[in-house]
């Protein structure tokens, strides 16, 4: 339940910040856009992993049942249990892995985004600096 209630005031947070709640009023529709986006590939992926480590801890406390009953045949039980934990841990690996991927494709186009800008506004500014000086 905690971890689920840092993830939902993160998500507030960031709503507030970035959906109109705050920060500054001057950005740029695509750059809120972005924004959005690297929210929902973040919440996606921490909501996978979060996910995976619950059912983990319900195994681990299965395990930790079964261990204390030290009835044999809960105590061969472990070994399949053990083996889905660790197979969930790899799974976890796998969505930080792919979360950080997708994350740091956001940051990138987003970086294009405003170089393109950037360089699109400079361009203009020295068209229209130039077109001053021919007009004086």
């Known amino acids: ?6 993830l939902e005031a993160a998500a507030n947070l960031w709503n507030h910040r ?3 709640g705050g920060g500054d ?6 750059e809120e856009y972005c924004d959005v986006e690297a929210w929902e590939i973040l919440s996606k992926g921490f909501k996978e992993v979060q996910t995976v480590l619950n059912h983990n801890r319900l195994l681990i406390q299965q395990v930790n049942e ?3 009953s030290k009835i044999p ?3 061969a039980k472990n070994v399949d249990l053990i083996k889905e934990i660790n197979g ?3 799974k976890v690996i796998g969505l930080y892995s792919n979360l950080s991927t997708n ?3 956001v940051v990138r186009q987003r970086q294009v985004i405003a170089s393109a800008v950037g360089k699109n506004i400079s361009e203009e500014n020295d068209s229209n600096k130039a077109l001053e000086d021919v007009e004086s």
């Open 18 to 20: 970035f959906n109109g």
């Open 1 to 6: 339940m905690g971890d689920n209630f840092r």
């Open 103 to 105: 994350f740091s494709s």
């Open 66 to 68: 079964n261990h204390q």
């Open 25 to 30: 009023d001057d950005k740029g529709e695509e």
């Open 73 to 75: 045949d809960n105590l």
């Open 88 to 90: 969930n841990i790899s």
